[in-house]
């Protein structure tokens, strides 16, 4: 009887042992194949090139082949879906984005999955901010005539965005609130119709992410008044931040990640921050991210998911005050 009982502890032992033992060592193996990482978007566009020219460089200090996959639409939910669903062993991953995980979801009813619980943050890449913009000529030369003007008139400004809920319509709306001021949204169905507004003056501004509208401050045909960042642009030096002119809430960066299945191994989740990291320090990769007039920040996977939380909870108290 007590034989009988040994070796069955003995087995219990050699089988926890077991257990225990392997997942950690296939995950400190990782990765042994292929990974697919999902960007939830059209293919051609500034996020798709973004990737897909990070991708090369993770594949690199990776040493592993990395596919990227469109699966466009619901902005961003289609693709994200997949990898909600997918085995959480690191192979299935996703391009997330501010847009997609902290915004989408105060717009959407009846969202498949739980964009802060259902997904596991990895890493923070990267991200653009929103701006402030008029045409060159406008009187308006800078933010601090903008709210002097909106607050003595409410609602006599109008500033196009690029949409109902997108990150440039939270930008104004917490520009708004922060400033007591009530600057008018006029929504649009995209960039290219937001920036086409403030250059044919059927608006008085415009709250537009700083990429589409590059192309037209180089012109010299639309001046950039604020950004609504943290820190300066590296690349725009010159031009103030709304958070440094007082307005401490008006914070609206486009958040560029990676995040993957719910329960991800923490090895996997680490060797992802190492690989980031290693990749950012790249002068290469810094000039390319430049290009899109982008901003390397690297953040843990933990950071990151703060960051998306204390965003979505900010967010969710501004829209139901703007109703």
């Known amino acids: 009887m007590k034989i009988n009982r040994l070796g ?14 392997t997942t950690p060592a296939a995950a400190q193996d990782y990765p042994k194949g292929p990974i697919q990482l999902v960007v939830p978007f059209s293919s051609g566009g500034a996020t798709d090139i973004f990737w897909r020219t990070l991708g090369e460089q993770f594949s690199k200090n990776l040493k592993a082949n990395i596919a990227i996959v469109n699966k466009p639409g619901g902005g961003g939910i289609v693709g994200m879906s997949t990898v909600v669903t997918a085995k959480p062993d690191g192979y299935t991953l996703c391009a ?3 847009d997609t995980l902290d915004i989408t979801p105060l717009f959407t009813k009846d ?7 259902d997904l596991t943050y990895m890493v923070k890449v990267a991200n653009f901010p929103q701006t402030l913009v008029v045409r060159t000529d406008s009187l308006f030369k800078t ?13 006599k400004l109008k500033a196009s965005t690029p949409g109902f809920g997108t990150n440039p319509y939270m930008a104004l709306q917490l520009l708004n609130y922060d400033a007591k001021a009530e600057i008018v949204p006029v929504n ?39 950004i609504f960042s ?23 960066d486009t958040g560029m990640g990676i995040v993957g299945p719910k329960g991800l191994p923490a090895e996997v989740i680490k060797k992802w921050e190492q690989v980031v990291q290693t990749t950012l320090k790249d002068p290469a990769v810094i000039s390319a991210i430049h290009k899109f007039d982008f901003v390397p920040d690297y953040q843990t996977g933990d950071q990151y998911k703060k960051e998306i939380v204390d965003e979505f909870a900010l967010f969710k108290k501004i829209i139901s005050q703007s109703k």
């Open 8 to 21: 069955t502890c003995i087995c219990l032992f050699v089988l926890a042992v077991c257990v225990l033992g």
């Open 96 to 98: 997330g984005n501010s």
């Open 111 to 117: 969202l498949p999955f739980d964009t802060i619980n």
């Open 143 to 155: 933010l601090d005539d903008v709210i002097a003007f909106a607050r003595t008139n409410p609602k």
């Open 188 to 226: 649009f169905t995209g960039g290219g119709e937001n920036v086409t507004a403030v250059l044919g003056g059927h608006v008085d501004l415009g709250a537009v992410a700083l990429p589409p509208v590059k192309s037209q401050v180089l012109a010299g045909k639309i001046r950039i008044l604020a």
């Open 230 to 252: 943290k820190e300066r642009h590296p690349l725009y030096p010159d031009i103030p931040t709304a958070y440094e002119k007082g307005y401490r809430q008006t914070l609206v």
